[in-house]
């Protein structure tokens, strides 16, 4: 079956301009997870989702980054007036995971977002 | 915070040398997950660890969790090529979000 996909898979921006990135999880998976990932770094968290519920944005570095799933399953994460700071690759992972316990994530091929 | 260490950052070795990459946080983990990441490329999940002390084997790549549930370390025999990329351990503090390492980037000398 299809994996997670993510578009677009690269994006340039200018700094101010809003941007959208896409994740399509793997059908059925309950809960969805966005990471930021920098140049040789690990993943870091930005947010979950379990089904359409929003369960953890602690990750999200600031007010310009929101992130929502209205179907439980497709998400988006918006990123407003973008910064050079913002410039990273942006991971999106699924999974079968249930309440109180987390399971291996199937991450997508992310999207690379450059901010100039 | 709860964060999750990871040493050493590069490890180079001779192809069939053995690797070891560990894992370190500062609370108990709930569980952890290893997964890899290729040059160009995404995590792609390997193990989950659950139980105290626990060992799993996976051919050449064997991968431990200790009796606190603090640290963990993944260990390949006789690298190959195909084993290069970084190696990443995502802790869970027990609340279903994964905290990365910072990676073990693995280059292999023919």
């Known amino acids: 079956g299809a994996g997670v996909s993510q578009s677009p898979r690269y994006k340039v921006a200018k700094r101010g301009q809003d941007v959208a990135l896409r994740c399509d999880p793997i059908?059925?998976?309950?809960?969805l997870f966005w990471y930021q990932q920098a140049l040789g770094q690990g993943p870091e968290f930005l947010t979950y989702?379990?089904?359409?519920?929003?369960?953890?944005k602690s990750g999200l570095p600031s007010d310009r980054f929101f992130a929502e799933r209205p179907e439980g399953s497709v998400s988006t994460l918006k990123i407003q007036r973008t910064q050079q700071e913002d410039s990273a690759v942006y991971l999106c992972?699924?999974?079968?995971?249930?309440?109180?316990?987390?399971?291996?994530?199937?991450f997508g091929p992310g999207t690379r977002l450059t901010v100039t | 915070g709860q964060q999750v260490m990871q040493i050493p950052q590069y490890q180079h070795v001779q192809e069939g040398e053995d690797f070891t990459t560990y894992c370190n946080s500062s609370t108990t983990l709930s569980n952890i997950q290893w997964y890899k990441q290729r040059p160009g490329g995404h995590p792609v999940f390997l193990i989950q660890?659950?139980?105290?002390?626990e060992v799993k084997k996976q051919k050449r790549l064997t991968f431990q969790f200790g009796e606190a549930k603090k640290n963990s370390s993944l260990h390949i025999t006789a690298t190959q090529t195909t084993d290069v990329g970084t190696y990443f351990c995502a802790g869970d503090f027990g609340n279903e979000k994964l905290t990365f390492g910072t990676g073990t980037r693995l280059t292999i000398i023919p």
């Open positions: 059908s059925g998976h309950v809960s």
């Open positions: 992972a699924s999974s079968l995971a249930l309440a109180g316990h987390s399971y291996e994530q199937y």
């Open positions: 989702f379990q089904n359409e519920a929003q369960l953890d």
């Open positions: 660890l659950v139980k105290s002390g």
